[in-house]
């Protein structure tokens, strides 16, 4: 198949309310003002351990650092939370590796309050109908479904004036578990407020791992 086009960034210009929007931190590894939603959230848990907080609701002073593999590696690294935080912290060698691991939990965990909100369909024909009718905001392609389903689908959403974004970082067990469905390859996540909150943490994931499988872009 043709190479899929790059993922579509998340739109960040659109926070999900105004104080959010409102909203700058400054990055602990920088040093530059960003909008909350360009950046991780940590705390410092109750033994001194620093831990990811994606939802911001956590108690105590927020440490914040660019949603990116290799500045919560290099915070981590360099003591920069204990030195943000004016303590003595520690921070495990993995710390960016949990962040990935729980920011594709909050995406998995959303899908499925999608389907039950009525924002989200799932199966070649229904995503096909969405991706004509303009309505499919992001095409969630199961990372191990066969290759012609996706070229077909990909096609379709290529002929659009704007192209749904693509997302292929889950399995079809992983998708199908979230969804409550059995061989879950193809879905779309319909264009509307839900799916401008999902495409946040799409955005935060890019930083940690690509979106789309390497071998993707090796199909013929």
Request: proline share 7%.
């Amino acid at each position: 198949m043709s190479e899929p086009a790059p993922e579509r960034p998340a739109d960040t210009s659109r926070p999900a309310t105004l104080a959010q929007a409102e909203r700058e931190r400054r990055d602990i590894v920088s040093g530059e003002v960003m909008e909350e939603p360009r950046l991780i959230r940590f705390v410092a848990g109750p033994d001194g351990v620093v831990v990811p907080d994606l939802a911001r609701k956590l108690p105590g002073r927020g440490l914040w650092v660019a949603a990116d593999r290799e500045s919560v590696a290099a915070a981590a690294k360099k003591g920069l939370f204990s030195r943000a935080a004016k303590a003595k912290l520690s921070a495990p060698p993995d710390l960016a590796g949990q962040v990935e691991m729980l920011l594709k939990r909050r995406l998995l965990a959303a899908v499925g309050l999608a389907r039950r909100g009525g924002d989200l369909t799932s199966g070649f024909e229904k995503v096909s109908a969405a991706i004509v009718s303009g309505k499919a905001a992001w095409l969630i392609e199961a990372s191990d479904g066969a290759a012609d389903g996706r070229r077909k689908i990909w096609a379709q959403a290529r002929k659009q004036p704007r192209p749904p974004g693509l997302v292929g970082v889950f399995t079809a067990s992983e998708l199908g578990l979230a969804l409550g469905l059995e061989n879950v390859i193809h879905t779309a996540f319909l264009a509307g407020r839900a799916a401008d909150h999902w495409a946040l943490d799409v955005q935060r994931l890019s930083g940690f791992c690509p979106l789309l499988p390497e071998s993707w872009r090796e199909e013929p």
